[in-house]
């Protein structure tokens, strides 16, 4: 079983809606990076949170240390959010953050 | 300030040969870490330097290895390529241990 678990793995949804990415893991971390990848590789980090929400623009990520569990939400969505969403703990064994420990990656298609 | 780079960007090889991928990180930032991403297995996280010092390293073979230098440029090796080494691989900085990671575009090797 993978340390980090996202769900669902593919996500096609209509330009306007209300999107959530779940990811939970079975570590104790220090930290949780949602990041997006966009076709040709480039990634970009969203959020690192670790503890309660955090909102930047239409993007809104929520962690529940508890529950080991965290959610990416995307508001009023649109085609250019197209991409891949990865969740990445920080384990709180390291000390650092060098050994993130990822999920597999949502693919999120938004249609026009 | 510059983004995060890293190149070459693409490269060709043959099994057997060895590869140098070579990553700047933003100014100022001590931390560079290295992954590798793959269809089948993700991302995978290599090496962690701070400071010179490798703190954390990934589970790979030692045919992967890696440095920093005192201006926090960071080279990664892969000798005796073998076909599975074909992957796109990731550089990310940030300031210190922990913290938003700033990622490079990547390079994508080939091992034919």
């Known amino acids: 079983k993978n340390e980090v678990e996202q769900s669902p793995q593919n996500l096609t949804a209509q330009e306007g809606e209300f999107i959530t990415i779940n990811c939970s893991y079975s570590?104790?971390?220090?930290?949780l990076h949602w990041l997006q990848q966009h076709p040709g590789g480039g990634i970009v980090s969203l959020f690192m949170?670790?503890?309660g929400k955090k909102k930047h623009g239409r993007l809104i990520a929520t962690i529940n240390i508890q529950e080991k569990h965290s959610s990416l939400h995307i508001t009023a969505s649109h085609p250019r959010d197209s991409a891949v969403y990865i969740c990445?703990?920080?384990?709180?064994?390291?000390?650092?953050?060098?050994?993130?420990?990822f999920g597999k990656g949502t693919k999120l298609s938004v249609k026009p | 300030k510059a983004g995060v780079t890293q190149t070459p960007r693409y490269l060709i090889k043959t099994r057997g040969q060895q590869v140098t991928l070579s990553c700047s990180p933003i100014s100022g930032h001590r931390s560079v870490s290295w992954y590798q991403q793959t269809p089948g297995q993700g991302l995978q996280f290599l090496f962690e330097y701070f400071s010179e010092t490798q703190r954390n390293k990934g589970n790979f073979p030692g045919r992967f290895s890696g440095r920093q230098f005192s201006n926090s440029r960071s080279e990664m090796n892969v000798s005796t390529l073998e076909l599975g080494d074909s992957a796109l691989y990731l550089c990310a900085s940030s300031l210190g241990l922990v913290g938003e990671q700033y990622f490079g575009p990547g390079t994508r090797l080939t091992v034919t």
């Open positions: 570590v104790g971390i220090s930290a």
């Open positions: 990445a703990v920080i384990p709180n064994y390291g000390g650092s953050q060098g050994n993130l420990i």
């Open positions: 949170l670790s503890s």
